[in-house]
């Protein structure tokens, strides 16, 4: 078990839909990131976020948008579902900043799957 | 673009058999490689690399960095059913980026 937490563990939704989906990070780790993934293009970058700011963006669509509140615990929000939004989220958190002196080391959580009918 | 590569994709061995799984990268502002082991769910951290030559070692899982030709290789000796799992390459760039990831290695042991 990581510590991180996500929620839901399973979500079946139809095309243009809106979901969230939830995640508590280790206690005491500030940083969140959120990746995707599917069977063809693994797992991919998503966005990071910092004591509640965002830090760094990746691969994430207009559609989509996150966010970290104060108690540090992140929500992904997906809106106008596509079929090929179906995969595997991931939520992950480190304990600080990327820094010189940090590994780099990520703790997942156990993902929430999405699946867009 | 920042590109990490693994090789093969897919793998069946008997158990007993000994693996060596195979990660590229070009990537720009290096910072340090890692390794991860997903069976059903969650990643978990397997190895942390930074240094050329240095080889990193877990009971029957062995991995070593090769800076100058941009590579990693992850080691598995004696394999056992319970190593079945998609094993996965990451980059650290650094910066804020998280990491970057390979599209892993699917391996299957068969008893």
């Known amino acids: 078990d990581s510590g991180v937490t996500q929620t839901p563990k399973h979500l079946i939704t139809a095309t243009g839909q809106r979901v969230t989906l939830r995640c508590s990070p280790r206690?005491?780790?500030?940083?969140v990131y959120w990746y995707q993934q599917s069977l063809d293009q693994g797992l991919q970058f998503l966005i990071q976020?910092?004591?509640?700011?965002?830090?760094a963006k990746g691969n994430i669509l207009e559609r989509f948008s996150a966010q970290q509140f104060p108690d540090l615990h992140s929500e992904l929000n997906l809106s106008s579902l596509e079929l090929g939004d179906s995969a595997l989220y991931f939520c992950?958190?480190?304990?600080?900043?990327?820094?010189?002196?940090?590994?780099?080391?990520?703790?997942f959580g156990e993902g929430s799957r999405l699946t867009v009918l | 673009e920042d590109k990490v590569v693994q090789s093969p994709l897919s793998l069946v061995v008997h158990e007993g058999d000994t693996v060596t799984l195979n990660c590229s990268y070009e990537?720009?502002?290096?910072?340090?490689l890692l390794w991860y082991k997903q069976e059903k769910k969650a990643p978990t951290f397997l190895f942390m690399l930074?240094?050329?030559?240095i080889e990193k070692k877990s009971g029957r899982l062995s991995s070593i960095l090769d800076k100058k030709e941009l590579f990693s290789i992850l080691n598995i000796t004696a394999t056992q059913t319970g190593d079945s799992a998609v094993y996965l390459c990451?980059?650290?760039?650094?910066?804020?980026?998280?990491?970057?990831f390979g599209k892993g290695t699917h391996l299957i042991i068969q008893p």
């Open positions: 992950a958190s480190s304990p600080r900043f990327w820094s010189g002196s940090t590994t780099g080391e990520l703790f």
């Open positions: 206690s005491g780790d500030l940083s």
């Open positions: 976020y910092y004591n509640g700011e965002e830090r």
């Open positions: 990537v720009t502002n290096f910072r340090s």
């Open positions: 930074t240094s050329s030559g």
């Open positions: 990451a980059v650290f760039l650094g910066g804020a980026d998280g990491l970057t």
